[in-house]
């Protein structure tokens, strides 16, 4: 009987455990995963729209690379949303006075892009996404309404800063994993393989090999009449206050 007492509390310990880590794989899930809005409702995609109209999205500027990428939209005459950091608009500040001049949408995605983003506390999130939108604000005059969290970590507690800041958050549905994978051709296909119209495309500008696909991806996009247009037009919302 006490052998078998001992077998059920062991046993016991052993679900709990399990349950726990369960629990803390789902929260981790659903705080790196902005598009399943499970903490903060983000405009990920736009389903239905009409047009044939994407948004291509580049995070982590301004940086060098940008030029090229400003380049090669002005050629193909096609419009991008930079989500830009505040300690990048500071470093190089004509770079990013240029995008506003060439008429590309600017997001809010925070000032120092932090690993620790998910350990932050709400006061320290808040003054993270405050200090980038005034740094825009400063330099190229505009206040941005609309944030991208890095690494698209939303928890409990980005999401109390969203409600107090009032940012509009902005997701994506394709991911290119331009930052982490190096085979242009691998990352070039997995864009265009289910491409459809509202999709919003995750790129990054500080990657060169965004910078090496862009033009086979925006030579694809007008081949098949596609038009890469700005989220705040996307989704029919105000990108400044
Ligand atoms: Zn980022």
């Not at 509009?168 to 070039?188: E, M, P, T």
């Amino acid at each position: 009987m006490g052998v078998i007492l001992v077998f059920f509390q062991f046993l016991s310990i052993w679900i709990l455990l399990l349950v726990v880590l369960v629990y803390l794989l789902f929260l981790l899930l659903v705080s790196t995963n902005v598009q399943w809005n499970f903490f903060v409702k983000a405009y990920n995609s736009n389903s239905r729209i009409e047009t044939r109209e994407i948004a291509l999205t580049f995070d982590d500027g301004p940086v060098e690379n940008t030029l090229q990428i400003l380049a090669l939209l002005k050629k193909f005459d096609m419009k991008a949303s930079f989500f830009c950091i505040g300690k990048h608009i500071q470093e190089n500040p004509a770079i990013f006075q240029q995008i506003i001049d060439e008429g590309h949408m600017i997001g809010n995605h925070t000032f120092s892009h932090t690993r620790k983003m998910g350990f932050l506390r709400t006061q320290k999130i808040i003054e993270e996404i405050n200090h980038c939108n005034d740094i825009a604000f400063e330099i190229g005059g505009i206040r941005l309404k609309t944030f991208r969290p890095p690494f698209g970590i939303i928890n409990p507690k980005v999401m109390r800063a969203l409600h107090i800041t009032g940012h509009q958050v902005i997701g994506w549905n394709v991911r290119s994993y331009d930052a982490v994978l190096n085979s242009k051709n691998f990352i070039l296909k997995r864009i265009i393989k289910n491409i459809k119209p509202g999709d919003v495309i995750l790129l990054h500008d500080n990657n060169l090999l965004t910078v090496e696909i862009l033009e086979q991806l925006l030579l694809f996009l007008q081949t098949n009449n596609y038009r890469s247009v700005r989220v705040d037009n996307l989704f029919q919302i105000d990108a400044y206050s």
